[in-house]
């Protein structure tokens, strides 16, 4: 039988955020965003005659996917997105490193143009357990992320949720920057707990927000 894994995370009102961000000085980011939330305002189990719910949501809570606009001044839009970026093959690299994800270990996997990659590391799915994670991930660094620019892939994805270190604060801009300027989309907040390394069918949307920096989406890998 075909296998499926959904590797979306659930919206709710849990949503896990990142800690507040700093800019390049190392000084808090302005205009923090505020918690988002998923709630019923008409709900048939208290009697109303429908069930309706409300989403309050940064466009970058949950999974979702970045687009160049994100960081880079008159980039594209993810309603410009084309479809073949999120639809087609892909791979799902294991990292092994427990820090980054380094140019040395993914020599070996002879990453070719065109390609959909996937990182599964560490980060799932414990990182998801608690609303904020206040602790270390597995991302990748700005050296890896040139790296991937050189492969001319079309997506890459993440199991945390952001692709890069917020610390020092220079290399969550430098390696977004790198990947978006160079019309790499990036997909973040993944869950690849139980996902074996190896080829997939990948099958994903975005919800077509205009003129958006990034939107939710649900990832599904098709064994």
């Known amino acids: 039988m075909t296998k499926y894994y959904d590797v979306t995370l659930p919206l709710n009102d849990n949503i896990r955020v990142l800690p507040e961000l700093k800019s390049e000085t190392g000084q808090p980011s302005e205009g923090a965003r505020a918690p988002s939330k998923v709630y019923r305002f008409f709900d048939v189990n208290k009697g109303d005659p429908v069930t309706m719910a409300r989403l309050e949501l940064c466009s970058h809570d949950g999974t979702h996917i970045d687009a160049p606009l994100h960081f880079i001044p008159g980039g594209s839009t993810i309603d410009k997105m084309p479809v073949e970026t999120t639809n087609g093959p892909c791979r799902v690299i294991e990292i092994k490193d427990e820090k980054d994800i380094t140019v040395k270990e993914l020599e070996p996997y002879k990453i070719k ?29 700005p050296e890896t992320a040139d790296y991937l620019v050189t492969k001319k892939i079309r997506i890459v994805g993440l199991d945390y949720l952001t692709v890069a270190h917020t610390e020092p604060p220079q ?3 430098k390696v977004h920057r790198a990947l978006l300027n160079a019309g790499i989309y990036i ?24 003129n958006g920096d990034a939107a939710p989406c649900r990832v599904i890998l098709k064994k």
């Open 171 to 173: 290399s969550i801009n």
């Open 113 to 141: 143009e065109g390609e959909r990659i996937l990182f599964k590391t560490k980060n799932s799915p414990h990182v998801y357990q608690d609303r904020v994670y206040k602790g270390q991930w597995v991302a990748l660094v």
């Open 187 to 210: 997909l973040e907040a993944i869950n690849l707990d139980g996902v074996p390394a190896g080829k997939y069918e990948m099958m994903c949307l975005t919800i077509r927000i205009e």
